[in-house]
């Protein structure tokens, strides 16, 4: 009797359905099928809860005769505000005061972080400074305002800016265009001429000019090794373009001087004092941490980095430019992003000090005027969680493009 | 601190969601309190004369009073109260949602206020009327000479609302920065930032008390609005309505009655069928509002009558000095009248 081996040709196994192996394991993790069906129970369960607590709330509120639903979005507000970036008066809706505290959160939140993230940067070079004093200084910086309550700065900066501020008829005034005083900062408001519109076209075209021009250097530096200087033309293309439209077609703006009249000034713009208080108290706080981000960021990246860039002939700033900083910056993005957050939401902390943001004008005022705390509330969450998302999300894809250029 | 008033909102916007229904089923607001053995009252974060808290955290003033009454009337002691200080804007958020029993925090009683918020005014223990204060150096005589003015004011309030009213309908301009707690617009105002500080005129005289020269500022003598201030209560429990307002009703008729104080126990055993009926030894009308026969002795004894009250806490006896004006009763010039106890 002979044992005989069959000769199988070696073959590769089927391979398993890929479609549901993968739509298995990214519904149920590793548990498959059963993991999948607890999640399915899971959010079952949770979309019930949710249905209850509405239905709840609504016979309750029906219960106790009090008004629910959006309706009051329709209804005139009756209130004024005092800084309104779109035109607004007592006798809006409150849909528009939503609108206004909206704008003005987002104003003061876009700026702050343009200033914390300038501030920061220039502190954070400091502290790395081989300069004895000026990093001692930079560090001082840090560590009194990244300790000290964000409230009590804010306090701090409203009341040392109100206090040393003359009142309007004694106010400190630059060559009688400027007043500065309790009232806050006026300054001549341009109006817009006929010149404004070839002005702007001008402009752009200066704005191309100088990019294609920049294009153009960079691709002789790349294929022919030869380095251009292109900054003077730059400066004359983006002064000169401009300047010849308003020789040609007039001037773009004229400028509206404020003047003293009664209490207060009228004409120009102003800058309220809660303003610049809110904002000097965010970005200056905020800055600090974004210091401490940034110099972590940079100490993150290898001094061996640094030697190699100059070893290959690089200038000391292209080096930094060029090699430092993108590595560092994809240790710095998720950290600063937080902070960018926080900033947005810590500006809620305007009420403190009467200004007219989302929190003070619609969950403040507008839910004590109309009662409507769920709906006002719910909107009020809501629209924080968008900008954060949206902030997250620009900052995630400034990281992926920064990631990208790096290579893996 | 504003934060926390924030969180506080919040916290209430999600107890509304989640407890009312325990709240709206039973509305045994009564039973509960006497269960707690506390009367939660909401009140103002300290307004001189209405409701402010002294050096050693014991709460007086008009509004103060009418907890004390109520606590007095459910228990013979006008101290079971618990008082829970409430900003302009969260007033209204934690009545709703039962944190307190009753809002006795100088609230104006207007329509939308009655209709869209659950609850009910139990009638009015002060008539004011919104006015401005200036500091006297800007010689400012009118409200009508406050074109483009700054002017602080505390959010939330009918105040913000009259305010818009008054200035367009006399085609001024001006500029409203404010402030969540009254606190600050007062410190604002002081500081020079606002040329003008609005509220009640009887806060208006309350705040100025608290400057360090209350002399260099004045009370313009434009009165802009109506403002009816009295208690609210919750919706969906009438009993509970009906006891407070009938506490107000009792302080305002023993003072028409003559009974305060000092005469309460000479006066609790008068023959007067008016009197008997009143202090319950004849019929049971304070049972029938679900309290004792005495209620109103136990009222009278532990904080006096409405007139007593109002003295003792912003007029001739106390340092705000308001005149009684509109508040002095029907009788005697003022528009105060209270419905007979019978």
Redesign the interface.
Known sequence: MSISIEARPLEARPPPSQFSAKLQRALGGRAGWRGFAFQLLFVVALIWIGTE?VA??RV??A?????SGFGFLERTA?????QNLIPY???DTYARVFLVGLLNTLLVSVLGIFLATVIGFIVALGRLSPNWLLSRIAGAYVEVLRNLPL?FQIIFWY?AV??ALP?PRQSISLLDILFLS??GLVVPRPIADPGLQPFILALVAAIVAALALRHYALKQLFDRGRKLVIWPYVLALLIGLPLLSALLFGVPVTFEIPVL????F?GGSRLI??FVALLLALSTYTATYIAEIVRGGILSVHKGQMEAGSSLGLHRGDTLRLIVVPQALRVILPPLTNQYLNLTKNS??A????Y?DL???F???T????????EI?AITMGVYLLISLTTSAIMSFYGWRISRSLGP | MKRVSLVFTLAIAAGLGAGLAAQAASAQTLKTIKDRGQLSCGVSQGLPGFSSPDDKGNWTGLDVDICRAIAAAIFNDPAKVKYIPLSAKDRFTALQSGEIDVLSRNTTWTLSRDTSLGANFAGVNYYDGQGFMVKKSLNVNSALELNSASVCVQTGTTTEQNLADYFKSNNMKYEVIAFANDDEAIKAYESGRCDVFTTDVSGLYAERLKFANPAEHVVLPEVISKEPLGPMVRHGDDQWFDIVKWVLFAMVDAEELGINQKNLDDMAKSDKPELKRVFGTDGNLGEQLGLTKDWVYRIVKGVGNYGETFDRNVGAGSKLGIARGLNALWNKGGIQYAPPIR
């Open positions: 607590i709840n709330v309750n509120l219960a106790q005769r009090i008004t009756g209130f004024d505000v005092s008066t007592g006798s409230l009341v109100l206090r009142n309790n009232r009249k009664g209490f207060n009228s004092p809660e809620s902390l009420v403190a000090i009467g007219p929190v003070s004008v969950a403040g005022t839910l004590s005027q109309t009662g409507q705390a769920i509330i």
